[in-house]
């Protein structure tokens, strides 16, 4: 059975940092293409980041040069490094691996990121 674990989420100020994790467990990791997307309130679930098997990186345009995805293969993590973060970045962060439009797997809790002075 396929578990995906977000954590690391929080309440940040303006400018600030956050370092998201997400720890798959059931599969073998480093076949998957993965996605990080972000649900805000009242907001459809968007797409966020994209880091494919080999590594590379694509991202929505609201989160370039801000975003950073990244991956463990050998710890089964995919990462997301948030800088700059602004309060319409506030939303609830999920991970999952995408097929065309859908997604693969069932969704996790998610991480809550809160941006608010």
């Known amino acids: 059975q396929v578990h995906l674990v977000e954590s690391g989420g929080g309440l940040v100020q303006p400018g600030g940092s956050l370092r998201l ?7 073998v990791f480093r076949l998957y293409d993965m996605n990080w997307y972000r649900q805000a ?4 679930r968007e797409l966020v980041a994209t880091i494919t ?6 991202y929505a345009d609201s989160v370039k040069e801000r975003f950073t995805i990244f991956r463990d293969n050998p710890k089964n993590t995919v990462y997301l490094r948030m800088n700059s973060l602004k309060p319409e970045d506030t939303a609830v962060y999920y991970c999952n691996s995408p097929s065309g439009v859908a ?3 069932s969704w996790g809790q998610g991480t ?6």
Do not use: E, R, W
């Open 53 to 58: 098997s080999n590594y590379s990186t694509t």
């Open 103 to 105: 997604t693969i797997f």
């Open 112 to 117: 809550q990121v809160t941006v608010s002075s």
């Open 21 to 27: 994790s997400c720890a798959a467990s059931g599969i």
């Open 41 to 44: 309130p009242g907001k459809q």
